[in-house]
Nanobody, 124 residues
């Protein structure tokens, strides 16, 4: 079992920045994938970014590339999503996720554990 708890959401103006954190606990293997999804009202969940716990190798969706950065601090069992130059279309509930498979992609079903979500609202 892996437990995930997000923090850091809030309200920000367009062009601003936020950093989301996800504290992980439980059975965290070195090869586990950690990542972020988001869901806007009336839309399906969308992949944002993922990173491998031990090796790193971050991967970001095209929609956020160059603006968002995923990172992790193994010593703190925490990973982050730094969001810069935020746009109103980034408004969504953001979920941190963990995937146990050898390979994971961009589909929600490929991830085994989900946090409770944190709201990010970007005003224009």
């Amino acid at each position: 079992q892996v437990q995930l708890v997000e923090s850091g959401g809030g309200l920000v103006q367009a062009g601003g920045s936020l950093r989301l954190s996800c504290a992980a606990s439980g059975r965290i293997f070195s090869d586990i994938f950690m990542g972020w999804f988001r869901q806007a009202p009336g839309k399906e969940r969308e992949f944002v970014a993922r990173i491998r716990w031990s090796a790193g190798s971050p991967y970001h969706a095209d929609s956020v590339k160059g603006r968002f950065t995923i990172s992790r601090d193994s010593a703190k069992n925490t990973f982050y999503l730094q969001m810069n130059n935020l746009k109103p279309e980034d408004t969504a509930v953001y979920y941190c996720v963990a995937g146990l498979r050898l390979r994971v992609g961009v589909l929600p079903a490929e991830y085994d554990y989900w946090g409770q979500g944190t709201q990010v609202t970007v005003s224009s």
